[in-house]
């Protein structure tokens, strides 16, 4: 298969979410086929509900730093599938993706031959293989795998990953993961086993009990990271917001640490990656502090908290995200904000919804192009009360929200760009047709 081959091929087996088959026996064969790549490196799992995808990409930039060969898969993309597959900090070529994805797809289709396999794995987990294939033969020697969903029965968990850490957990994918947040932490924190080191990230009482006991009950001893840190500076150098941190782990103190990703929920997920790379080097990997300190500097993560010219991206696809980009507008944004919001349904979106909208002068709301997307027209329950109707527009689409942003907005406004990483996906990749469109013509 072409790129564009194994793209309608990947995407031919269905959505991520609506087509996903949680459970690890399909997965296992299917590695066990492809030769067990995963055996050829160090596996790092991140499971959690917030931050997973910005704690992976602290710790890539940190092995990046200190000239560690190092693997990193993601979920979801935004623009190209390729963004899933990195290897010391580069989107793998579309080339090498197809490549990849014809021998996991091969491999597939032969299980289901012999009838070891019913049906061909799901997108996601040849999508997990074909990351793990790729780092086998790039040779890296630590890979980074974030959690797709849960942590019991997503495909990353059948890699036994050596060293695991959990993120914040909170209320998210109820109607998989369950109502309560008992319930949510205890299929997070089933990635925990007696033969892994784990890093905790500050959790909600209720989640800790939970995470806690299933440390106790495997006899790990979880290394914790503390809420405790301060923050030095906070201030907007040519509108980018710029936090200088100091916190300590376990084994070291940090002193005037500057964030490559935005916001102040960003620290506890720089602290886990911290943690994280001391770790390595239990294993052997020889990571000096002033590495982990460029490392934390060089990270970036698209899609959260991004800013391109006056428009700033942000995934705040569940109410702790939203909290988090609602204290980020309240401290650093003062310029009138055009918010094009599009999210999933099963979101809570009562919660997001009075969150953020309250925060736009103008609201245009949209729906991403994916089958679990709310249609514009049903937000209008969730406006806040007295918001001008007239500052509120419905589009059907992601590109007829960016016709009227760009119409309405002045030179003063910021484009805040929020609720679904779909949605963002969809703008960021209409934004660059059209500014090739504009060098072309």
């Known amino acids: 298969m072409n790129f564009e081959e194994s793209k ?17 026996e399909n997965i296992g064969k299917l590695l066990k086929a492809l030769g067990n790549p995963e055996n050829n490196y160090l596996k790092v799992q991140v499971a959690g509900t917030n931050g997973k995808g910005s704690t992976c990409a602290f710790l ?19 623009v190209s599938i390729t963004e899933r597959v990195r290897i010391n900090g580069r989107e793998i070529s579309e080339a090498d993706f197809a490549h990849f994805a014809t021998i996991v797809r091969k491999t597939s289709e032969e299980l289901v031959e012999k009838g070891e396999l019913e049906n061909v794995p799901t997108f996601f987990e040849q999508v997990t293989a074909i990351a793990l294939t790729a780092f086998a033969h790039e040779k890296v020697e630590i890979a980074i795998l974030e959690t797709g969903l849960g942590g019991r029965f997503d495909a990353t968990t059948a890699v ?17 993961l369950g109502e309560t947040l008992t319930q949510i932490a205890s299929e997070k924190a089933a990635i925990i086993r007696e033969d892994t080191k784990v890093i905790l990230a500050p959790q909600k ?3 800790a009990r939970v995470i806690l006991g299933i440390c106790r009950e495997v006899g790990v001893e979880p290394s914790i990271v503390s809420d405790d840190f301060q923050i030095k500076i906070h201030n907007l150098e040519k509108n980018l917001p710029v936090v200088a941190v100091n916190f300590s782990t376990e ?7 500057v964030l490559g990703l935005a916001g102040k929920h960003q620290i506890t997920n720089a602290m886990v990656a911290v943690s994280l ?14 590495q982990i300190w460029i490392g934390l500097e060089n990270a970036r993560h698209a899609g959260r908290l991004e800013f391109d010219g006056k428009y700033l991206f942000d995934g705040a696809h569940n109410a702790s995200g939203a909290k988090a980009l609602r204290e980020f507008l309240d401290e650093f ?13 099963d979101k809570n979106l009562a919660e997001i919804a009075a969150l953020l909208f309250p925060k736009a002068a103008k609201l245009i709301l949209t729906a991403p192009d994916n089958p679990r997307s709310v249609k514009a027209d049903e937000f209008w329950r969730l406006l806040p009360e ?51 469109q504009v060098l072309t013509d």
């Not at 990046?64 to 990193?72: K, R």
């Not at 790379?277 to 002033?290: S, V």
């Not at 509120?392 to 990483?421: P, Q």
Request: aromatic fraction near 8%.
């Open 386 to 436: 007295n918001f001008p109707p007239e500052n509120v527009f419905y589009t059907e689409t992601a590109a007829d929200a960016l016709k009227i942003a760009d119409r309405i907005s002045t030179e003063n406004d910021l484009i805040c760009v929020t609720g679904s990483l779909y949605l963002i996906g969809e703008v960021k990749e209409l934004r660059r047709e059209n500014q090739s």
């Open 333 to 345: 944004i003062n310029s009138p904000i055009i918010m094009i919001f599009g999210a999933m349904r």
């Open 277 to 290: 790379a001391e770790t390595l080097r239990d294993f052997g990997f020889e990571i000096e502090k002033q």
């Open 60 to 78: 890539e930039a940190i092995c990046v730093s200190a000239g560690i060969n190092v693997g990193l898969t993601t979920s979801p993309h935004l």
């Open 205 to 207: 009482n209720e989640a």
């Open 160 to 176: 036994n990953a050596e060293i695991v850490a959990i993120t914040p957990v909170d209320y998210d994918h109820q109607k998989i």
């Open 8 to 24: 309608n091929y990947l995407y031919g087996l269905g959505n991520e979410v609506l087509a996903m088959k949680l459970g690890l």
């Open 251 to 257: 084994n070291d103190v940090y002193h005037d640490i």
